[in-house]
């Protein structure tokens, strides 16, 4: 079973600039997650989709970060103008629902802003 | 949901088991306890998770206390590919509640 894949690896851009980050979630799992880990830190949800549909994005920054995922499958994460405090780990989790017990995380993009 | 207590750091001996608790006091009734471990440079795993029984799998043993206040992950024979983060949860299973990860405890395992 392929796991939840993720591009790029890692990203390093100058503030203001703009970034995007896509994911492929596991074949068949209808909730997909984002989430942002700062160095040192656990991971923090930004949004959950289930389907096509949002159900949580109420810690996304939403005059900066937006998120979609068109089709029920793929998801893209923006950052649009970015900061120096968004340098994190972007990780991306799937699961077969919202009330999976088991999440299934990506390697992560390591983003570096300077 | 409620909030956990971990120690930061903890190291243990390869071949020992690893006792790793946590604290949530302020667990409610219908709350899971859930486990998940992050090592170095890959997104989080999921280990295990338990209401109220004490429960095992292939990876680990979960014992939680009888008032629910308190639990312990157990890795019966700790390796040193089980260095990793130790993040402790609690959750209302079934529902789309999200996972709160804290800072977890940092386990080494020592040659």
């Known amino acids: 079973e392929a796991g939840v894949a993720q591009s790029p690896r890692y990203k390093i851009i100058e503030k203001r600039q703009s970034v995007a980050f896509w994911c492929n979630p596991i074949s068949g799992h209808a909730t997909l997650y984002w989430y942002q880990q700062i160095l040192g830190q656990g991971p923090k949800l930004l949004i959950q989709?289930?389907?096509?549909?949002?159900?949580?994005d109420s810690q996304l920054p939403k005059d900066r970060f937006s998120a979609e995922r068109l089709k029920g499958v793929d998801s893209t994460l923006k950052i649009q103008p970015a900061k120096l405090e968004d340098s994190a780990v972007y990780l991306c989790?799937?699961?077969?629902?919202?009330?999976?017990?088991?999440?299934?995380f990506g390697p992560g993009t390591r983003l570096t802003v300077t | 949901d409620a909030k956990t207590t971990q120690p930061p750091s903890m190291d243990c001996a390869e071949g020992r088991a690893a006792n790793l608790p946590c604290n949530h006091s302020?667990?409610?009734?219908?709350?899971?306890v859930y486990w998940y471990r992050q090592i170095h440079s890959q997104g989080p795993q999921y280990i295990i998770h338990g209401l109220k029984n004490n429960e095992t799998n292939e990876m680990a043993s979960l014992i939680i206390t009888e008032d629910r206040k308190s639990s312990t992950l157990i890795l019966p024979h700790a390796t040193l590919r089980d260095t990793a983060v130790y993040y402790c949860i609690v959750r209302v299973d079934d529902t789309g509640n999200q996972f709160y990860f804290g800072t977890g405890t940092s386990l080494t395992v020592i040659p």
């Open positions: 989709f289930q389907n096509n549909g949002v159900v949580d």
């Open positions: 989790a799937s699961s077969l629902g919202q009330g999976s017990y088991e999440q299934y």
């Open positions: 302020t667990i409610s009734g219908n709350e899971y």
